[in-house]
């Protein structure tokens, strides 16, 4: 299973439905994942898993913002595909 770590401002509108499906009434601090990157920067995240990806989206206040004012019927949210997502693995 492929796995990775992606911003915010990555996060595609498919992404951001199962993110409210996962935790619909917002995430916990107890759900948020803390670890260092690579560059020893502290990242807090939250998981998604998909069929085939593990997502750890990096957690901000836009994050929240968004995921309690998403429509789901809205076009507002442009999709963006994390093509760039860094590659991470368990240690």
Known sequence: ??????????????????????????????????????HNNTIEA???????????????SKLHYTMTNIDNDSDELEEIVPDDAEDFSEE
């Not at 498919?14 to 994942?33: A, K, S, T």
């Not at 939250?46 to 901000?60: A, C, F, G, P, R």
Request: aromatic share 10%; no cysteine; glycine share 4%.
């Open 46 to 60: 939250v998981e998604v898993k998909t069929s085939d990806t593990i997502y750890l989206i990096k957690v901000s």
């Open 1 to 38: 299973m492929k796995k990775a770590i992606i911003d915010y401002k990555k996060v595609t509108p498919e992404l951001l439905l199962l993110l409210q499906e996962r935790y619909p009434g917002g995430y916990r601090d107890r759900d948020i994942i803390i670890f260092d990157d690579h």
